[in-house]
């Protein structure tokens, strides 16, 4: 197919699904719609998301560099960062179906919740960094960025997930949206810039294990 044809076929190598605009499953002139929804979940249209079993050897050593560097001052910055994030997202809201709302919105509701259910920013700053050198230990750069703001903002999310009370006063499981889309993506711009300014300058070989 030469460069000024129009493409049929989905751009992933190997796939060979008619593009979205053909089947009517969308928009995209460059992508099937299986791949499309990939990149929706997933932040890249070949990587899948990773797996605890893969990050928790960085958590590990995320919690230890966190500990020993507790007067760093970009490690209290950052902390302080994600304390005015949570403060910021204001109330949780009780709604039972998020469907409705923008992407900005409901990664907004679920900083509310995260701050709600008492997550402790600590926590939220050992995972941010524990994805980011997973994602630097896979080589995942700049151009992968929003492979990394999706990572990071789903370990995120996840804290945000589980109960809440109806009117009526009985707990339910939430309904929370699939985690996908432009929330992950809201939310992982400003947690990868938490990252960004806390490890600034710093290089990231040091924390990493030794290449095999
Ligand atoms: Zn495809």
Redesign the pocket.
């Known amino acids: 197919m030469g460069i000024y044809s129009e493409r049929t076929t ?1 751009l ?1 190598p190997g ?1 060979g ?1 008619p593009i979205q605009t053909l089947t009517g499953t969308g928009h995209s002139k460059k ?2 719609k ?2 499309v929804e990939f990149h929706r979940r997933h932040g890249s249209y070949w990587f899948s998301s990773l797996k605890a079993e893969d990050v928790a050897p960085f958590r590990r050593i995320s919690e230890k560099w966190i500990k020993k560097n507790a007067a760093d001052f970009r490690i209290n910055f950052g902390l302080q960062q994600i304390e005015s994030l949570l403060e910021q997202a204001g109330r949780a809201e009780n709604a039972y179906d998020l469907r409705y709302f923008s992407g900005k919105e409901k990664a907004r509701i679920a900083l509310a919740r995260i701050r709600a259910a008492g997550i402790a920013p600590k926590e939220i700053l050992t995972r941010i960094i524990a994805i980011t050198l997973c994602c630097e230990a896979r080589g995942v750069d700049n151009r992968l960025r929003e492979y990394r703001h999706v990572q990071l903002a789903k370990s995120i999310h996840r804290l945000a997930s589980g109960t809440h009370r109806t009117t009526s006063g009985f707990r339910m499981k939430t309904k929370y949206p699939r985690s996908e889309g432009n929330v992950l993506r809201y939310l992982g711009r400003q947690l990868d810039d938490i990252a960004a300014f806390v490890l600034n300058d710093r290089d990231l070989s040091q924390f990493l294990p030794p290449a095999k």
């Open positions: 989905c992933i796939c699904r992508y099937c299986q791949h």
